[in-house]
Nanobody, 115 residues
Framework: QVQLVESGGGLVQAGGSLSLSCIAS????????MDWSRQAPGKERELVAT???????NYADSVKGRFTISRDNTRNTVYLQMNSLKPEDTGVYYC?????????WGQGTQVTVSS
């Protein structure tokens, strides 16, 4: 079992920045692939950014150049730095950990970007 707790969401004006954190426990963090996803009201959850155990990152086209995912294996934490935020970035942001065959999810943190 992997437990995930996100933090760092909030309300920000368009063009602003927010940094999300997700602390993992219950498993060897360094071997986990970690993802950030988001879900806007009335829309399906979408994958935003991924970081592998080797530190390889991947991003959705909608956030490339604006968001940065990183991890600190000494702190069992994955981060999502979000810059140049847009109203369409609004949603609940979820951290997830993949330990095949299971994906574990956090409870989510709300990000609201006002225009």
């Amino acid at each position: 079992q992997v437990q995930l707790v996100e933090s760092g969401g909030g309300l920000v004006q368009a063009g602003g920045s927010l940094s999300l954190s997700c602390i993992a426990s219950g498993s060897r963090f360094s071997i986990l692939r970690m993802d950030w996803s988001r879900q806007a009201p009335g829309k399906e959850r979408e994958l935003v950014a991924t970081i592998t155990s080797d530190g390889i990152t991947n991003y959705a086209d909608s956030v490339k150049g604006r968001f940065t995912i990183s991890r600190d294996n000494t702190r069992n934490t994955v981060y999502l730095q979000m810059n140049s935020l847009k109203p369409e970035d609004t949603g609940v942001y979820y951290c997830s950990a993949k330990r095949p065959p299971t994906t574990y999810w956090g409870q989510g943190t709300q990000v609201t970007v006002s225009s």
